[in-house]
């Protein structure tokens, strides 16, 4: 076989992630490669740290990109948190609450499962019931924006009760960072992880992570090697520790933290506060034009994350067949249903430099389309309901 090179179609990705990416970014990336160890390079980590550390809302001295996507973000966190034998109250809402538990269990500690239905936030009443029936626990997991469903979980309330109880906290922000309200240190979260291709606008591959003092202090006491080398923050903190001597424990993605740096300054320079009401800004605009259509909504209103919208699949439509339809004829991309869901709901990401009122009106325009050729909806209804809630935001003075 002869290979050329390959040349990707130009899509417009509004799924659970990858999101689409700031032109910026992938300039960035495109920059000469230097050595890992090159004092520039590390200058430029020092900063990035600073970055991240704004993004997360924290001053905590742990705070960095490990070298792989999101799921390794969350195995950094419970491989350096969970020694075997370890009791962890693991909150399921979804996929990702089911992903914490099977960490836990490979770690060797004992899950005990607090459970909610998907759609639903984490109940912080049984959380506060699985605390005091488990005085023993050491860590309580849980997703604060639960990607499979577009649930928002209390993350204030839940660190609270942890706390109370004398239990470290482990947090999935996957989708949550930058797109959401997210004050680590304000919260008093202990660990937390996310992912670089959802609200940051990067290209997937690295997962900001960060730690308190406290979860520090517990790694640092394990009586037990960390099961993975390679995530071990023993070894990983002689690297993205500070001062401008550097252990070599593995060669970072070059190029990859070119990109991270430049998102996160894009983010500064939007300010973080303006970036999370831009993204209720063009979710007030999709919903409404979804609405408009008589879809509707798995997540109730005050639950909902703005970046990812799951609505349910009219009676009688091939939900499937309908996606192929909006990648073939616009190169559209929205998500499936997972779990439960699966053929079930549509899930519509909003996402970082994908949050913006291009993409929701060619989103709302191309799937009224293709469910009108099905005659389940009447043209024109949607796009002008979404315009309509962008004149009285605009009239409100709301900004994005």
Same mark, same amino acid.
């Given at each position: 076989?002869?290979?050329?090179?390959?040349?990707?179609?130009?899509r417009?990705?509004?799924?659970p992630?990858?999101?689409?990416?700031n032109?910026?970014?992938l300039?960035?990336?495109?920059r000469p490669?230097?050595?890992?160890?090159?004092?520039?390079?590390v200058?430029?980590?020092e900063?990035m740290?600073g970055l991240?550390?704004?993004?997360?809302?924290?001053?905590?001295?742990?705070?960095?990109?490990?070298?792989a996507?999101g799921?390794?973000?969350?195995?950094?966190c419970f491989?350096?948190?969970v020694e075997?034998g370890?009791?962890?109250?693991?909150?399921i809402?979804?996929?990702?609450g089911t992903r914490?538990?099977?960490?836990?269990?490979?770690c060797g500690g004992?899950?005990?499962v607090?459970e909610?239905?998907?759609?639903?936030p984490?109940?912080?009443?049984?959380?506060a019931?699985?605390l005091k029936?488990?005085?023993?626990?050491?860590?309580?997991?849980?997703?604060?924006a639960?990607?499979?469903t577009?649930?928002?979980?209390?993350?204030?309330?839940?660190?609270r009760l942890a706390?109370?109880?004398?239990?470290?906290?482990?947090?999935?922000?996957?989708t949550g960072?930058?797109?959401?309200?997210?004050?680590?240190?304000?919260?008093?979260?202990?660990?937390?992880y996310?992912?670089?291709q959802?609200?940051?606008?990067?290209?997937?591959?690295?997962?900001?992570?960060?730690?308190?003092?406290?979860?520090v202090?517990?790694?640092q006491?394990?009586?037990?090697?960390?099961?993975?080398?390679?995530?071990?923050l023993?070894l990983?903190?002689?690297?993205?520790?500070?001062g401008?001597k550097?252990a070599?424990?593995h060669?970072?993605?070059i190029?990859?933290?070119?990109?991270?740096?430049?998102?996160?300054?894009?983010?500064?320079?939007? =300010?973080?506060?303006n970036?999370?009401?831009?993204?209720c800004?063009?979710?007030d $605009? +999709?919903? /409404?034009? &979804?609405e408009?259509m %008589?879809?509707?909504?798995?997540?109730a209103?005050?639950?909902?994350l703005?970046?990812?919208n799951?609505?349910?699949?009219?009676?009688?439509?091939d939900e499937?067949?309908?996606?192929?339809?909006?990648?073939?004829?616009?190169?559209?991309?929205?998500?499936?249903?997972?779990?439960?869901?699966?053929?079930?709901?549509w899930?519509?990401?909003?996402? =970082?430099?994908?949050?913006?009122?291009?993409?929701?009106?060619?989103?709302?325009? $191309? +799937?009224e /389309?293709? &469910?009108?050729?099905? %005659?389940?909806?009447?043209?024109?209804?949607?796009?002008?309901?979404?315009?309509?809630a962008?004149?009285?935001?605009?009239?409100?003075?709301?900004?994005?």
């Amino acid at each position: 076989m002869t290979a050329s090179s390959f040349l990707p179609p130009q899509r417009t990705l509004m799924g659970p992630g990858p999101s689409d990416v700031n032109p910026r970014v992938l300039s960035a990336m495109s920059r000469p490669i230097i050595g890992h160890l090159d004092p520039v390079f590390v200058g430029m980590m020092e900063e990035m740290k600073g970055l991240l550390q704004y993004a997360f809302q924290t001053e905590n001295a742990l705070t960095l990109p490990v070298s792989a996507p999101g799921s390794a973000g969350m195995e950094t966190c419970f491989v350096n948190l969970v020694e075997p034998g370890d009791k962890v109250i693991v909150c399921i809402n979804g996929v990702f609450g089911t992903r914490m538990k099977e960490n836990v269990e490979r770690c060797g500690g004992t899950a005990v499962v607090v459970e909610d239905d998907w759609g639903n936030p984490v109940s912080p009443d049984k959380v506060a019931d699985a605390l005091k029936g488990n005085p023993d626990a050491k860590v309580l997991a849980f997703v604060h924006a639960e990607t499979s469903t577009g649930a928002r979980s209390d993350v204030e309330t839940l660190c609270r009760l942890a706390r109370e109880h004398d239990c470290l906290t482990i947090v999935d922000s996957v989708t949550g960072l930058a797109g959401s309200p997210l004050y680590v240190d304000d919260w008093g979260v202990d660990a937390i992880y996310s992912g670089t291709q959802k609200c940051l606008s990067c290209t997937p591959g690295l997962s900001p992570v960060s730690f308190s003092q406290r979860a520090v202090d517990r790694i640092q006491a394990r009586s037990h090697k960390v099961q993975s080398w390679f995530l071990d923050l023993n070894l990983v903190m002689g690297y993205w520790g500070g001062g401008s001597k550097r252990a070599y424990h593995h060669t970072a993605p070059i190029n990859a933290l070119y990109a991270l740096h430049e998102s996160l300054v894009i983010l500064q320079e939007e =300010g973080l506060e303006n970036s999370w009401a831009r993204h209720c800004r063009h979710h007030d $605009a +999709l919903r /409404a034009g &979804l609405e408009a259509m %008589g879809l509707e909504f798995l997540v109730a209103e005050e639950h909902r994350l703005p970046q990812l919208n799951s609505v349910h699949v009219p009676e009688g439509v091939d939900e499937a067949a309908v996606r192929g339809e909006l990648l073939e004829r616009y190169g559209l991309e929205i998500g499936a249903g997972l779990g439960p869901y699966a053929g079930k709901v549509w899930r519509i990401g909003l996402m =970082g430099y994908g949050a913006n009122e291009r993409n929701v009106l060619t989103c709302l325009s $191309a +799937l009224e /389309a293709v &469910l009108a050729d099905r %005659g389940v909806v009447e043209p024109g209804r949607a796009m002008a309901a979404a315009r309509a809630a962008y004149a009285r935001m605009d009239a409100a003075g709301s900004t994005g």
